[in-house]
């Protein structure tokens, strides 16, 4: 008598989705939920549940909702969790923290040390698990902030040196003030970002600075 065995091998069913660095692409994922993912990016989710999502980096998410069975809509996070039905929300893992802003919709946070914030549109909240920080603030033109809504950086009241740091992450460069004191200029209004280019051409008109690329590094200069 032969015996056969048989050995099953498991299947990987987790989907995952990565941007390089300065690439930027739309996705639809199965349940109808839109995702725009910024460049150094990644995110991934099984096959089974495709509502529930895993981010590394920075997307744009407009969550399709399902009515009819109030179906929820999550994206994890190093730091938290965000609850979703259906809305509209940018969500960032830069600097070791994440970030989350509400456009539309209401969304519920599940903060890595176990409490919970709820947001309505308009609202901005940052979390760190590593430093225990979070900040909870309503957007205005006061509030100084940086984000990243469908290839467009939007920012307010922010310092070149932190405007900097986003394009950094974003396409892999490094950043050298030649003059140290531009690090402390201000910067308000939103820059386009699907090309380095005329991202770093709309940086200078709206700062009155040059920036010179060089290989991986960028040169900031007075004008």
């Known amino acids: 008598m032969v015996t056969f065995g048989y050995s099953f091998l498991p299947t990987n069913t987790t989907i995952t989705h990565k941007t390089v660095f300065g690439e930027i692409i739309d996705l639809k994922l199965p349940d109808g939920t839109s995702v725009v993912l910024n460049g150094n990016s990644e995110i991934s ?52 923290k994440t970030g989350v802003l509400l456009d539309e919709g209401s969304i519920e946070l599940l903060l890595d040390n176990g409490t919970t914030q709820k947001m309505i549109p308009g609202e901005l909240v940052s979390y760190s698990k590593e430093y225990k920080a979070i900040t909870h603030d309503k957007v205005t033109q006061e509030l100084s902030y940086s984000l990243w809504r469908e290839g467009t950086y939007i920012f307010n009241n922010t310092t070149v040196y932190e405007v900097m740091k ?3 992450q974003a396409y892999g460069m490094e950043t050298e003030f030649i003059d140290e004191e531009l690090k402390d200029q201000k910067l308000t209004g939103g820059i386009p970002n699907q090309n380095l280019k005329i991202c770093l051409s709309a940086i200078e008109k709206s700062t009155g600075t040059r ?11 007075k004008n």
């Open 45 to 96: 989710y099984d096959k089974t549940s495709p509502r529930n999502i895993n981010l590394s980096g920075e997307a744009y998410f407009k969550v399709k909702s399902i009515p009819s069975t109030k179906a929820k809509f999550w994206v994890n996070t190093k730091d938290l969790k965000v609850e979703v039905f259906g809305t509209q929300f940018h969500v960032s893992t830069r600097d070791n």
């Open 166 to 168: 986003n394009i950094e």
């Open 211 to 221: 920036i010179v690329i060089k290989g991986k590094r960028l040169l900031i200069f």
